[in-house]
């Protein structure tokens, strides 16, 4: 066994704690079934569940849904062929590479806070093709768009991933209905972000066995930039969210066909800071690889992302900035791109103090 490449070893704090991983249920579990056997219109039917999901976001910013809708026959399908997909040659997998011009497809490389993860994705726009802004320059108003890589191996790749996509899409809508009912909202408030020229992708993930789980992670400590993540996780388990409670990194249990949701930082933003978008990150393993699917649900990139009207008056004034979507976007990606010298833009940088 070589060396190992300093890129992927984490700061001495950020390194996990093999000894004493707390592996918890306290992340709620939420049943959807009043969802997903009723229609969202009758509200007091929900209210039980709305509460749920209030309190999930307050307390934890985390929680896991069953009786979601996603038929596990799509589940099954996408990760198996994740699996064919990851385990082809380099080479192959390379034939589909992103590029800085257009990110999705196959990467390798990925650096969280400037540390390489220990992990191999592939990306795939929901919106094919999408329209984001060229740079993330405030003067610069030219549109161009990503386009997603079709690779040759398994065959209808594209198919499955489309056909999961669309049940992603029906479960963030259905989501953020009961997020909007629990700050107070119209039902559809957040529609009108998402309707047209969304922003989102689906990634494939793969954590090869790692030989230094000690010192590197699958993906370092992060807070996810979107609205909603919609997260399929195998068996192995490895995700580790940050306790709002006392800050401790927990464990997420693997729940078979349930889904793991996390409040990203738009939803941070629109709701004045009621609900955090938190940190978390992932551990690799030494014997096991590790397969996930992130959904990653993103309003269009002309969104002006800023708290909302409803949740903010004189003695709860605005606690961030407008900000752009699609520049956010952009610069993040540039930023995963490569090691660099700054930090990545954070939601904070719009802070107002
Ligand atoms: O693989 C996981 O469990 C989570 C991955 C993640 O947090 C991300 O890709 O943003
Ligand atoms: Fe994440």
Not at 88 to 103: G, I
Not at 206 to 215: D, G, I, M, R, V
Request: aromatic share 12%.
């Amino acid at each position: 066994m070589g060396e190992v490449d300093p890129a992927f070893i984490q700061d001495p704090q950020h390194r996990p704690n093999l000894s004493t991983i707390i592996q918890v249920e306290g992340i709620p579990i939420i049943d959807l079934s009043p969802i997903t056997n009723h229609k969202l219109s009758d509200p007091s039917s929900i209210k039980g569940l709305v509460k749920e999901i209030g309190s999930a976001c307050k307390e934890w910013g985390f929680f896991q849904v069953t009786n979601h809708g996603v038929p596990l026959s799509l589940r099954q399908n996408i990760e198996k062929a994740s699996r064919k997909f990851f385990a082809q040659s380099l080479e192959e997998k390379k034939k589909v590479s992103r590029a800085e011009t257009s990110p999705s497809g196959y990467y390798d490389t990925e650096h969280t806070k400037n540390v390489r993860d220990w992990k191999e994705v592939f990306d795939f726009q929901a919106e094919d093709p999408t329209l984001v802004p060229v740079t993330y320059d405030e003067h610069d108003d030219r549109v161009t768009h990503w386009t997603n890589q079709s690779p040759q191996y398994p065959p209808n790749f594209r198919d499955i991933i489309q056909e999961y996509l669309q049940e992603m899409e029906k479960l963030s809508y259905k989501l953020l209905e009961l997020i909007a009912l629990s700050l107070g909202l119209e039902a559809k408030r957040f529609e009108e972000f998402f309707i047209k020229d969304q922003t989102s992708y689906i990634r494939l993930n793969h954590y090869p066995p790692c030989p230094y789980p000690h010192l590197a992670l699958g993906v370092g400590r992060h807070k996810d930039p979107g609205a909603l993540t919609i997260l399929a996780q195998d068996e192995v388990g490895g995700l580790e969210v940050k306790r709002k409670a006392d800050q401790e990194w927990v464990r997420v249990k693997p729940t078979p066909d349930a889904y793991i949701i996390n409040v990203g930082d738009i939803i941070q933003v629109w709701s004045n800071d009621l609900y955090e978008s938190v940190e978390h990150r992932v551990m690799v393993n030494s014997e096991k690889e590790r397969f996930s699917i992130p959904f990653f649900f993103f309003p269009a990139h002309y969104t002006e992302v800023k708290p909302l009207e409803e949740l903010t008056n004189e003695e709860n004034p605005s606690k961030y900035r407008p900000y752009n979507w699609g520049k956010f976007l952009v610069h993040r990606k540039s930023s995963n791109f490569k090691k660099q010298s700054e930090e990545n833009i954070q939601i904070y940088h719009y802070k107002i103090a």
